[in-house]
């Protein structure tokens, strides 16, 4: 009975030493292994590098896609009041992906750049490139233009909504498209918001932040935004403040519906326990 008693406690201690491992931040050769395909992490202070992997691939980025959305819109300074109706043009007819906002919907274009970003919305992304002055047909080329006015070798744009594989960047190129989206008051704050209220005709739909860490007292977010379609994987890329500076974090083709999540507290626990002395 003793030595019975005795195996059982060992393999009760040695499945909670297991958890214990496999919940916490692995190393090999001083560096952090994750789970998402590429990654890249910088100090966005300095620009240097603190963790990168395989940041140079030409990747679909999915509905990352949307920050580009929104700063060409932004910098076309269109009248944020103006009501926009949602049409049955702005239904998915690639991936026949669910949305919220029913046909004949009607919203200002802030609500509908607010919806876009916060709760990933395609219908209200594609609303906005479709009402762009000159139609998709001219949304689409100023994504491109400004692009490449930032400097991004891999990226490029079919689409307002990144329902599209052929929306394309590397990690290297999204830190470029997080720094400039940074610089926008709007992005900023539609991006980190927990939440938001639709008020549709005599009822009201909640819209909820897509990145569970902006609801999450222990991280401190600037600027958010996930991403989703099948060859692109889980996708989430943030600025944030850990160990006392300035981030920019990019996680792409994270093959598990948490493990972009998983990864991102992976990379703040190393990042603490490596430089919060330093600060």
């Known amino acids: 009975m003793t030595v019975k008693l005795g195996v059982r406690i060992l393999g009760l201690v040695l499945v909670g030493t297991a958890f214990l491992q496999a919940r916490a931040p692995r190393h090999q050769s001083g560096q952090l292994l994750l789970k998402s395909a590429s990654a890249l992490v910088l100090d966005q202070a300095t620009g240097q590098t603190l963790l990168e992997k395989q940041a140079g691939a030409v990747l679909p980025i999915a509905s990352i896609t949307k920050l580009m959305t929104a700063m060409v819109l932004l910098d076309a300074h269109l009248d944020p009041q103006e009501t926009l109706t949602i049409g049955k043009d702005d239904m998915d007819e690639l991936r026949h992906s669910k949305s919220r906002l029913p046909v004949g919907t009607r919203l200002p274009r802030e609500q509908a750049l607010l919806l876009a970003l916060l709760a990933s919305e395609n219908r209200a992304a594609h609303a906005l490139g479709r009402t762009f002055p000159g139609g998709l047909g001219a949304f689409v080329p100023a994504m491109n233009a400004k692009a490449r006015a930032l400097g991004l070798a891999g990226a490029h744009f079919v689409d307002p909504t990144g329902l599209s594989s052929a929306n394309v960047a590397t990690a290297h190129d999204l830190a470029r498209i ?44 600037g600027l958010s935004k996930t991403g989703y379609i099948e060859e692109a994987g889980r996708c989430l890329v943030m600025q944030a403040s850990l160990a006392n500076r300035p981030v920019l974090i990019i996680l792409l083709d994270s093959w598990g519906k948490y493990t972009r999540l998983g990864d991102a507290n992976r990379i703040k626990q190393w990042l603490e326990a490596r430089l919060g002395s330093k600060n």
Request: hydrophobic residues 30%.
């Open 178 to 221: 997080l720094e400039a989206a940074y610089q926008y008051p709007e992005i900023r704050d539609y991006t980190t918001r927990p939440d938001t209220t639709l008020q549709a005709g005599r009822r009201q739909i909640q819209f909820p932040n897509t990145n569970a860490l902006v609801r999450n007292p222990r991280w401190t977010i």
